[in-house]
């Protein structure tokens, strides 16, 4: 099958590699002007005006951009069903860290050393690492990271917690520290990477909620604030950890009905409280491991 890409990205690399063998690409599309006519994979990178002169079978969404990339390929007279989205397991290369048995079970003590590091900072595991741990007791191992939601009033709190505890962290992983804020400069997250050998296994994403108007808003995500008015806690690994107030209502807000397990997701599939994000973002470096330097 003749495939254009839509998203001159690493997950579109990633998906190029991972299905070298089942299509024939033809081109990669992209709206950054800045790439057009260059090459990546040694496929052209090419504006959404030239997709027409390709003989094209199917455009395969790599992008989180779902919205707005199918409103504009509808907008260039693109039937929907020429119109696919790549899973995101199909975006990535390495392989899946807690499907690895040692990987997950550092991750679980992770998860203890963190919650011991926050204590009573306002804080809750979210998102697929609450789906796991609700649903089936464990990560889902087919998952890549750590999701935990803070407030952004509290971003310095938690950054103090996660160096002043570092010690406890680097007994399991090297780690690296970042904090990322949006192009307006307010908070977005802290992110820590796991790294072995000098390869990142995968991150926890400290994701900053912003009050407005009776929701939180986080980088991708929407959620009543009813659900982070005090919180409810679930056994993981014989330690309490905190979790949203009425984490099954979180749960079924956020996922639909959250008790069927979904593996090849895209993000058309995603949470129900998605949304694409509002502002770019920018990195600063807090912390790295010795042994990474």
């Not at 990546?40 to 779902?66: A, F, G, W």
């Not at 949006?182 to 802290?190: E, K, L, Q, R, V």
């Not at 409280?273 to 912390?287: G, I, M, V």
Request: glycine share 6%.
């Amino acid at each position: 099958m003749k495939i254009l890409l839509f998203g001159a990205s690493l997950g579109g690399q990633n998906f190029i590699k991972n299905h070298a063998d089942d299509y024939e690409f033809l081109a990669i599309i992209d709206n950054d002007s800045n790439k057009h006519g260059k090459l990546l994979d040694n496929l052209k990178i090419i504006s959404p005006t030239r997709i027409n002169e390709y003989p094209y079978e199917q455009i395969i969404v790599t992008s989180m951009y779902v919205d707005s990339i199918s409103s504009q390929l509808y907008d260039l007279g693109i039937p929907e069903n020429k119109i696919q989205f790549a899973s995101k397991n199909s975006m990535k290369v390495d392989d899946l860290p807690f499907e690895n048995k040692g990987i997950l079970s550092k991750a679980n003590r992770l998860i203890v050393c963190l919650s011991q590091a926050l204590g009573d900072i306002s804080h809750y595991y979210t998102f697929g690492t609450l789906l796991g741990i609700a649903r089936d007791g464990c990560l889902i191992p087919w998952d890549d990271d750590i999701d935990i939601a803070i407030f952004a009033d509290d971003i310095e709190l938690v950054q103090q917690a996660l160096l002043t505890h570092v010690a406890s962290f680097e007994e399991l992983f090297d780690i690296k520290l970042f904090v990322r804020k949006y192009s307006n400069g307010t908070p977005a997250s802290i992110t820590l990477d796991c790294i072995e050998n000098g390869r990142k296994l995968f991150m926890v994403n400290f994701d900053c909620m912003h009050l407005i108007e009776g929701m939180v808003k986080q980088e991708l995500n929407d959620t009543p604030i009813r659900f982070f008015v005090g919180y409810d806690e679930l056994i993981f690994e014989e330690t309490t950890i905190r979790v949203p107030k009425d984490y099954k209502g979180y749960l079924e807000y956020t996922y639909g009905d959250w008790c069927v397990v979904k593996r090849n997701t895209s993000f058309a599939d995603n949470t129900i409280s998605f949304r694409e994000p509002l502002y770019s973002c920018k990195t600063e470096f807090l912390y790295e491991s010795k042994k990474n330097n």
